[in-house]
């Protein structure tokens, strides 16, 4: 994808020790490694100055390959790793993969309260009656006309608890 002419790369023996040091391929298991690395291989803009003969690639799994251009060849490898702001030691892929969960909850979030806002939208009356009655029942006076007020008061409470009940449902349908 990103290295010009890499099938036809071959490797140096400090390659092949670092294939084998870093990520355990051994050198019989080589070419079938390379030949699924440089499908993804992609240029590595890294701060350092690179010489501009060896270029560093890096794949969709996070390794970095140290190439020669000139004369075809894989230099060295190794796991790209960055420095995050609490001093965990994490490579790339990590990284994407935990900010992928994290627009995941963000996203699950967000569809939550939206349910939940257009549940409570749709009791909307039946909360305010609820909530009227209740202030009734608390301030106004024992007589029969409240006593009476308690049924409706029952039934507004169902309407808002069975309301609730389904928010509390789909509260784990967004869970992860």
């Not at 190794?78 to 994290?102: M, R, S």
């Not at 006309?145 to 308690?150: A, P, R």
Request: aromatic letters at 12%; glycine letters at 4%; proline letters at 2%.
């Amino acid at each position: 994808m990103g290295l010009s002419y890499a099938p036809e790369y071959i490797w140096t023996d400090h390659f092949v020790e670092r294939a084998n040091d870093r990520f355990g391929i051994k050198e019989e298991q080589l070419p079938k490694w390379i030949s699924k690395q440089i499908n993804s291989l992609t240029p590595y803009d890294s701060s350092e100055g690179q010489i501009p003969e060896k270029r560093k690639y890096i794949t969709d799994s996070g390794i970095i390959f140290v190439c020669d251009t000139i004369d075809h060849k894989f230099i060295t490898c190794y796991e790209a790793n960055d420095w995050i702001a609490d001093g965990k030691k994490i490579t790339i892929h990590d990284n994407n993969v935990d900010l992928f969960k994290q627009e995941v909850e963000k996203l699950s979030r967000k569809y939550y309260l939206k349910d939940t806002k257009e549940m409570l939208l749709s009791v909307r009356d039946h909360l305010t009656e609820f909530n009227q009655i209740a202030e009734k029942l608390m301030t106004g006076r024992v007589s029969q006309q409240n006593f009476e007020l308690i049924s409706k008061f029952i039934d507004e409470f169902h309407a808002v608890r069975a309301a609730v009940r389904v928010i509390e449902t789909k509260r784990n349908d967004f869970k992860q």
